[in-house]
């Protein structure tokens, strides 16, 4: 089975703080994701990656930056957190990026983050 | 722009009955649909998927159907169980690795 942690479920933060997410899979897939849940609107695509030190921005990266030095971790950075950064955080993988068929996508448990 | 679209966020269906949860997408671009299914505290799981060549696709209890026409998409549960009552996402795929989610709908199959 595939196994997507995050190194937190509840996390805390004052404005203006530097936040670190981490996401971390088991079976080395090529692709990673990081998506934020709001309700009303979904989940929406901050960054994801398809190799180790790549990354693409995906729809809303403002406020963030990606780090994947190695295969299986892939961080969010919330460079100054901000209030309207509070939300649910899900981190995803999936097996490939060379083939053109659709992997399925396993999420982590998310990390549930409050800006105050 | 919400790409993706599910305008019902509850549904309610007695066990044993069909369920039928709905998604509308506004790219015709979209080749590749999905629905994941999340319990509270956990991350959505996959449950069933389609390509857009084609226009039903079977798993079990689980079918989903795809009009390309109207750029709508439902998935439909047989006979729907207890175990089922969760919230569902429908995503559709873009440009090989950018998926668009739905809002959610949360389904509650009463016993």
């Known amino acids: 089975d595939v196994k997507v942690t995050q190194s937190s479920r509840y996390l805390v933060k004052r404005t203006g703080e530097k936040v670190f997410l981490e996401c971390v899979q088991d079976?080395?897939?090529?692709?990673m994701f990081w998506y934020r849940q709001d309700p009303g609107l979904g989940l929406r695509l901050i960054y994801f990656s398809y190799d180790v030190k790549m990354k693409e921005k995906g729809d809303i990266p403002e406020g963030y930056s990606v780090s994947r030095e190695k295969k299986e971790r892939f961080s969010l950075i919330l460079e100054s957190a901000s209030t309207n950064q509070t939300s649910m955080y899900l981190c995803?993988?999936?097996?490939?990026?060379?083939?053109?068929?659709?992997?399925?996508?396993?999420f982590g448990p998310g990390t549930r983050l409050t800006v105050l | 722009d919400q790409q993706v679209k599910q305008n019902s966020p509850s549904l309610s269906v007695q066990e044993g009955r069909i369920s039928i949860l709905n998604c509308d997408y506004t790219n015709s671009m979209f080749d590749y649909f999905l629905w994941y299914k999340k319990y509270p505290a956990e991350g959505p799981t996959f449950l069933i998927s389609?390509?857009?060549?084609?226009d039903k696709n079977e798993d079990g209890r689980f079918t989903v159907f795809l009009n390309k026409s109207a750029k709508h998409l439902s998935l439909h549960i047989v006979p729907s169980q207890p175990g089922d009552s969760a919230v569902y996402f429908c995503a559709a795929r873009y440009n090989f690795n950018k998926f668009y989610f739905g809002s959610g709908t949360k389904l509650n199959v009463k016993p």
């Open positions: 079976m080395d897939h090529e692709n």
């Open positions: 389609i390509s857009s060549i084609k």
């Open positions: 995803a993988s999936s097996l490939s990026s060379t083939s053109r068929r659709t992997d399925t996508q396993y």
